[in-house]
């Protein structure tokens, strides 16, 4: 099974400094069939304008994964993390019993394209805690990088949670194929560019909830793609 989620259908809301787009239910875009997949709850694709930026604000029970496609962000935090967080930097942040932050735009002139994703924990009220990797362009180049999952394996972040994310960075005509167990989901993301999706042709901001499926043949386009795919527990 593959349901294809359009770029065009997700909830919009533009701030003025914050323009953002919302692959599941969030703040007041509601939609009782897109509640989120599985573990995976939110992705938000958001652009944030010179200067701008999210001040002081909680958390509780949320595994909250940043990643930066251009431009740079600022994180602080009640955890005494203070950090800029960059394209190639993947920035974990487990909320636990509570935890407080606040990430702005530390430009003048640039906005910062960035996505930020929330994975439901399998576990409450633990201590927070934060965790930043950084994952270049050649680590991610036509293959799926492991960036974050339930055990760090291969140098990924930790999160609290049966699942798993890859990134991929495929130049046109390269393939992968990513392959998952049974009674697993997953999904998709196109963060940029053009993919092809078992022959299905999709654009950045576009998305797939897949389930029922043991792997999936992905490849860049015309102009390639980047790519982020979850693997999540049935």
Request: aromatic share 6%.
């Amino acid at each position: 099974m593959i349901e294809l989620r359009k770029a065009a259908e997700r909830g919009h809301a533009n701030h003025g400094w914050l323009d953002t787009f919302h692959s599941f239910s969030f703040a007041d875009y509601h939609d009782p069939a897109q509640m989120g997949w599985g573990a995976l709850r939110v992705i938000n694709d958001d652009r944030i304008a010179p200067g701008g930026g999210f001040g002081t604000h909680g958390h509780r029970d949320m595994e909250i994964i940043t990643y930066v496609l251009d431009g740079s962000l600022q994180h602080k935090d009640s955890m005494g993390n203070g950090t800029l967080i960059e394209p190639g930097d993947v920035q974990r942040m487990s909320a636990g019993r509570g935890v407080m932050h606040s990430e702005f735009n530390p430009s003048a002139s640039e906005p910062v394209h960035l996505l930020q994703i929330w994975i439901v924990p399998n576990v409450s009220g633990i201590e927070p805690s934060y965790e930043q990797k950084r994952f270049g362009s050649q680590e991610k180049r036509d293959c799926l990088r492991l960036i974050a999952s339930g055990d760090g394996r291969e140098g990924s972040v930790t999160i609290h949670q049966d699942a798993a994310v890859h990134a991929a960075v495929l130049e046109p005509g390269r393939a992968v194929t990513a392959e998952f167990a049974p009674g697993r989901l997953a999904y998709l993301h196109v963060a940029r560019g053009e993919l092809l999706l078992d022959g299905t042709l999709l654009s950045a901001g576009d998305g797939a909830k897949i389930g029922d499926l043991r792997s999936l043949n992905l490849a860049g386009a015309d102009g390639g793609a980047e790519i982020l795919l979850f693997d999540l527990p049935g």
